[in-house]
């Protein structure tokens, strides 16, 4: 309730008491523990002016300094008694020190009693860490002494074994001696062991010096070492190189594990290689190609891959078997890639360097594909997926395949495939294939080289002697490409038929020379090619690609019926084209037309009464092209109603413009003679009933027309196209046809 503003005066009616305190500034702020003086005047100043700050401020100090005195003068007798009661403050606060001086000594002391029992304590404990270190390095060189001391030792036991026991004519008394009959074992296979043992040793030997090689010891030890490690590579050489001869599994078995233990597995792969793989190859593949000069085709692979196949099945079969049985701890070899791939590639591109040469397309994808199957015959040996991408990644498997330069070869190919349809594109004539004459089954065979090269272009690309799937997404590029340089070809070539400009447009030149007819074939290849887009050729990509996920396959199929579409547009276009041609002959009979004029006018010749003999040639072009061998070979019913429809309706709105432009300009001419003609007879004073009885030239005129018109209409009908569903004939009819006769069509 303190703050709750004091009562207005009686003076201030309109605003704040006199003596009251803005709204922004609050008096309980002050209070605060937190209370930053400099902050609280930055904040204020943001909207305060600093002199009205200032005044608040002295304001609120004087008012605070006014509530003390107040204060004071209320409680004066306390504040009085309160100086009288602090009688002897020192001579307490005496007392009160001393026993707090006395704690705070013995604190002091046994402080100090406890470091110094830490310092001892930790002394003794880093002593014992020293000790224990020192007693562990001693036994670490104890350790490697005795291990080495071990390995020096048995290595000389190698030596006791009969230097002829890997030929096996070893008698039998000396085998008694040495060979152990209660398990059988033979020399090999004792030699291997006691192998395996001393590369357990050496294993032990290496994590030793690992953990102590900055010793001195072990520095003076070190020859000892290597001599060690070097008989024993020796040794153990020699003894894989005899178990791989006699295929001794045992031996073979005991010898790897003794490789894998001392961490040496290239030292086993490169001997495998050496000594059983490069044999076996070079009977296949010699480095020299001299012995092979007289085959017909040098660099050739598959046969030598099945021939390698056998080899491995014979020689090497058994060494993968003991690498990949399950449970042998012999993963960690590769003789696959490091042995058998190594030495095959080395081989190859030594004695057949040619083999991966693109420049020959075909042999190089028959090479290439031999390749990959040979590849997946050696994957059929790794015993798990996971052994498949470790044999893949291999250093060597990275190597055979960048051999293989796919980019070049499939540039090869796009220069071969599109090269051919762009030769046959830029031929100045359409020209039909042989048996485009031909009236019997034609129905879905293309006639045209052009659209045969395009479609031989396009199976190409999928053609199984072509076609790397890895760059499937470039030949379906490449296919699209080809379709889309057709269509072009095919509406540039339509569009510039109309101008019949092709001198910034070279290539095209067919288009303005080719004949009606030969526009038949252009619309059955159209229709030949669209169905097999659609049909046959969609189904074999889609079969080809049918390991593909339909997240991929979707994409193709619409793609493929996409570039149909587009060429099935270009129908109607060359439809357009044909018809356009046909009126254009018919015109040249239409223009005619204008000769009926000057055959009545000014002329006393009576009223016709048969039609103009130039009619019956008017649809003879439509005719003749329909009746003709290409249209009733290669053009379906569909397609020959449509453009009959089409070029009747074209010919009938030209037949119409002429005719009324005949018939405008004749009323005009009639219209004008009439004038002068009576202009005449009243200057003369004759009279003008003869010449109106008699019957106009425009009458004659328009007669002669309206006979032609009904001829026109029953040559319509004979080809079977209704006239009066022309709205142009109508229009026609209407414009030479009697008064009487206007609205009905009859002829």
Same mark, same amino acid.
């Given at each position: ?91 307490? %606060?005496?007392?009160? $020190?001393?026993?707090?001086? &006395? ?11 406890? &470091? ?13 860490? &020293? ?143 050496? /000594? ?219 569009? %510039? ?93 239409? $223009? ?43 053009? /379906? ?29 004749? $009323? ?29 030239? /425009? ?11 009904? &001829? ?15 709205? /142009? ?19």
């Amino acid at each position: 309730m303190t703050d709750l503003l004091p009562p207005r005066s009686p003076t201030d009616l309109f605003g704040d008491p006199i003596d009251s305190q803005p709204l922004w500034f609050k008096k309980n702020a002050f209070l605060e523990e937190n209370f930053d003086s400099e902050a609280y005047i930055t904040d204020l100043r943001t909207f305060v002016p600093f002199d009205n700050l200032r005044s608040e401020l002295q304001t609120h100090l004087s008012s605070l300094k006014h509530e003390l005195v107040e204060l004071i003068n209320r409680d004066y007798a306390d504040f009085v008694n309160l100086s009288t009661k602090l009688v002897d403050v020192d001579g307490t %606060i005496l007392r009160m $020190r001393a026993p707090l001086t &006395e704690l705070r000594e013995k604190i002091s002391q046994f402080r100090g009693s406890v &470091e110094s029992s830490l310092a001892a304590l930790q002394n003794g404990l880093r002593q014992r860490a &020293e000790a224990s270190a020192a007693r562990e390095v001693l036994e670490l060189l104890l350790d490697t002494f005795h291990v080495v001391s071990k390995v020096e030792k048995l290595i000389k036991e190698l030596p006791s074994v009969p230097s002829d026991w890997s030929n096996g004519d070893v008698n039998s008394t000396e085998k008694g001696s040495l060979q152990h009959t209660e398990n059988g074992t033979n020399f090999r296979e004792t030699q291997s062991m006691l192998l395996e043992r001393i590369a357990s040793e050496m294993n032990r030997l290496k994590f030793y010096m690992a953990h102590a090689q900055d010793l001195p010891f072990i520095g003076n030890m070190e020859k000892r070492i290597q001599s060690a490690s070097l008989l024993l590579d020796a040794s153990l050489g020699r003894c894989f190189i005899d178990g791989l001869e006699h295929h001794d599994a045992n031996t073979i078995y005991n010898c790897l594990r003794a490789y894998a233990a001392i961490d040496n597995t290239n030292g086993a792969e490169e001997i495998f290689r050496t /000594t059983i793989v490069y044999p076996l190859i070079q009977k296949i593949i010699p480095n020299s190609s001299s012995q092979s000069m007289a085959a017909v085709s040098v660099d050739e692979l598959e046969e030598d891959y099945q021939q390698i196949i056998e080899h491995i099945e014979n020689g090497c079969k058994f060494l993968l078997e003991i690498s990949s049985s399950a449970n042998s701890g012999l993963h960690v070899f590769d003789f696959l890639a490091n042995s058998i791939l190594k030495e095959v590639l080395s081989s190859i591109q030594k004695g057949k360097p040619g083999a991966f040469s693109p420049g020959r397309p075909t042999e190089f994808l028959k090479n290439y594909k031999s390749s990959l199957a040979f590849l997946d015959y050696l994957e059929g040996y790794c015993p798990s997926r996971s052994a498949v991408v470790k044999f893949r990644a291999e250093v060597v498997y990275v190597e055979f395949m960048k051999q293989w330069n796919i980019g070049v070869y499939f540039s090869l190919r796009f220069q071969e495939i599109a090269g051919a349809l762009d030769s046959a594109l830029m031929v100045a004539s359409l020209t039909p294939v042989h048996n485009s004459h031909s009236s019997q089954g034609n129905s879905g065979v293309l006639t045209l080289k052009q659209s045969v090269t395009l479609l031989e272009s396009l199976r190409s690309c999928w053609k199984e002697d072509v076609l790397v799937f890895s760059c499937s997404d470039k030949f379906l590029r490449l296919s699209l490409q080809l379709l889309s340089r057709y269509s072009t070809w095919l509406s540039f070539g339509l569009t %510039i038929r109309r101008t019949g400009n092709t001198g910034s447009n070279p290539g095209f030149e067919w288009a303005v020379s080719a004949v009606p007819e030969d526009f038949i074939y252009v619309m059955h290849d159209i229709d030949c090619l669209v169905t097999e887009l659609s049909g046959d050729y969609l189904g074999h990509v889609i079969q080809i690609l049918a390991s593909c996920s339909p997240e991929v396959l979707d994409p193709v199929k619409q793609s493929i019926l996409q570039g149909a579409n587009s060429l099935k547009d270009l129908a109607p276009l060359a439809m357009n084209t044909m018809i356009e041609a046909l009126v254009e002959k018919s015109l040249e009979t239409l $223009r005619q037309v204008k000769g009926v004029t000057a055959t009545y006018r000014m002329t006393n010749k009576p009223l016709p009464i048969r039609h103009s003999p130039y009619v019956s040639g008017i649809l003879y072009p439509l005719k003749t092209f329909l009746d003709g061998e290409r249209a009733t070979t290669y053009l /379906t019913m569909e397609a020959k109603n449509k453009l009959l429809l089409g070029a009747a309706e074209e010919i009938t709105g030209r037949y119409y413009e002429l005719t009324s432009e005949v018939v405008n300009v004749a $009323r005009k001419t009639e219209s004008s003679l009439q004038r002068i003609r009576q202009g005449a007879q009243r200057r003369a004073g004759a009279s003008s009933d003869v010449s109106e009885q008699n019957v106009s030239d /425009t009458d004659k005129i328009c007669m002669q027309l309206f006979l032609d018109v009904q &001829e026109y209409g029953r040559n319509l009908s004979a080809l079977g196209v209704v006239a009066t569903n022309i709205p /142009t004939y109508r229009s026609l009819w209407q414009c030479v046809a009697p008064s009487d006769r206007q609205n009905t069509i009859e002829f």
